[in-house]
T-cell receptor, first 114, second 116 residues
Framework: AQTVTQSQPEMSVQEAETVTLSCTYD???????LFWYKQPPSRQMILVIR??????QNATENRFSVNFQKAAKSFSLKISDSQLGDAAMYFC???????????FGAGTILRVKS | DAGVIQSPRHEVTEMGQEVTLRCKPI?????LFWYRQTMMRGLELLIY????????DSGMPEDRFSAKMPNASFSTLKIQPSEPRDSAVYFC??????????????FGPGTRLTVT
């Protein structure tokens, strides 16, 4: 079974600085998708970024980028120029290419200091 | 376009009572998912539907839980009888396709259920 591990229960970053959230996963599949979701205090789950395993190029969405290391099964999220609105719980998630089930990590609470 | 709609947003009930959570997926989406979020177990997939048909209900914890999707625009998750350990946030999500591609799941705002 696939598992997703987020080893950092909580992280802090100063406003305008950069922070990296870690995620590792375990799978025997070669084709899959990885996601980062943001959950602010409102509870709404918001997709931040997505990475296809067959793509070597790391995905980027504005201030958010990933470092995808397929051999190491690592998928970290980098947030540049952190803003107060980035404060939230961040979840890493995995999904098989030909499947529907999202497997989530335990989450990392990100606090942004002004 | 409206997102995934869930009702109620908050539900407080007494142990033993029946609870029904409702979800309206995004129009045009043909896959629907029910998740449960707790501090102890994180986010777990309970069940999902493709084209109104339940495909995988292996995450449903007990027979007390049941889910239906009578049509493409409505689904329910029912707990009968409810127990305090069912207290959690229940999310509904929908996506355009199932089985292939990186089609994103769009989540509703969740229902916070408290069973006393």
């Amino acid at each position: 079974a696939q598992t997703v591990t987020q080893s950092q229960p909580e992280m802090s970053v100063q406003e305008a600085e950069t922070v990296t959230l870690s995620c590792t996963y375990d799978t025997s599949e070669s084709d899959y998708y990885l996601f980062w979701y943001k959950q602010p205090p409102s509870r709404q789950m918001i997709l931040v970024i997505r990475q296809e395993a067959y793509k070597q190029q790391n995905a980027t969405e504005n201030r958010f980028s990933v470092n995808f290391q397929k051999a190491a099964k690592s998928f970290s999220l980098k947030i540049s120029d952190s803003q107060l609105g980035d404060a939230a719980m961040y979840f890493c998630a995995y999904r098989r290419a030909y499947g529907n089930k999202l497997v989530f990590g335990a989450g990392t609470i990100l606090r942004v200091k002004s | 376009d409206a997102g995934v709609i869930q009702s109620p947003r908050h539900e407080v009930t007494e142990m033993g009572q029946e609870v029904t959570l409702r979800c309206k997926p995004i129009s045009g989406h043909n896959s629907l998912f029910w998740y449960r979020q707790t501090m102890m177990r994180g986010l777990e997939l309970l069940i999902y539907f493709n084209n109104n048909v339940p495909i995988d209900d292996s995450g449903m914890p007990e027979d007390r839980f049941s889910a239906k999707m009578p049509n493409a625009s409505f689904s329910t998750l029912k707990i009968q009888p409810s127990e305090p350990r069912d207290s959690a946030v229940y999310f509904c999500a929908s996506s355009t396709r199932a089985g292939t591609g990186g089609y994103e799941q769009y989540f509703g705002p969740g229902t916070r259920l408290t069973v006393t």
